[in-house]
C-alpha cells in the first residue's frame, strides 16, 4: 500500500496541473487549438520523471527498473483518468459549445460523441503513460555494462 501512495500523490499533482493548464488555455480560448495539447505530454512527461526520480531517491539501493516502471504507469494513469474525468464534465456540463468548436477547428466534419472524444483523450494520455515512463526509465535504470579498470 504504501508504494502506491507517491505514485497517485504524484498523478494527483500532475492532474492538477493539466487541468490548470486546460482552464488557462479556456481563459483566453485557445482550448480548441489542438496544437497546445502537446505540452499536455510535457507536463506528464515531468510528473512521471519527478515520481521516478523521488521514488529512487526513497528506495537507494533497493531501486530497480520494474519498480520504477510501475510508479511511472501508476503517476501517468492517475493523472489520466483525472483529467479525462474533467475534460468529460468540461465538455458536458461546463462548456456544451466545446467539442463542435473542437471538431470545427481540426477542420472536418466528424460525426463524434462526447464519449468517443473522452476515449480519445483517455487513449492519448495512456499512449503519452507509456512512452514517457519508457523515456524516462532510460535515465533511472541502474547500467548493466561491465565496467573496465
Not at 116 to 131: H, N, P
Amino acid at each position: 500500500m504504501k508504494k502506491i501512495i507517491l505514485p497517485v500523490r504524484f498523478g494527483l499533482v500532475t492532474s492538477a496541473i493539466l487541468i490548470a493548464y486546460f482552464l488557462v488555455l479556456a481563459m483566453f480560448e485557445k482550448q480548441t487549438n489542438p496544437v497546445y495539447s502537446f505540452l499536455n505530454a510535457g507536463i506528464t512527461t515531468f510528473g512521471i520523471y519527478e515520481a521516478i526520480r523521488f521514488f529512487k531517491l526513497e528506495q537507494g539501493e533497493l531501486f530497480n527498473y520494474t519498480n520504477g516502471f510501475t510508479t511511472g504507469l501508476i503517476t501517468g494513469s492517475t493523472a489520466t483518468i483525472v483529467f479525462t474525468f474533467f475534460f468529460l464534465f468540461y465538455s458536458t456540463e461546463v462548456n456544451q459549445s466545446f467539442l463542435p468548436q473542437l471538431l470545427n477547428s481540426i477542420q472536418g466534419s466528424f460525426d463524434i460523441n462526447n464519449g468517443m472524444v473522452t476515449f480519445i483523450v483517455a487513449i492519448m494520455g495512456f499512449t503519452t503513460t507509456v512512452v514517457a515512463t519508457l523515456t524516462v526509465m532510460q535515465l533511472f535504470k541502474n547500467s548493466g555494462n561491465i565496467s573496465q579498470k
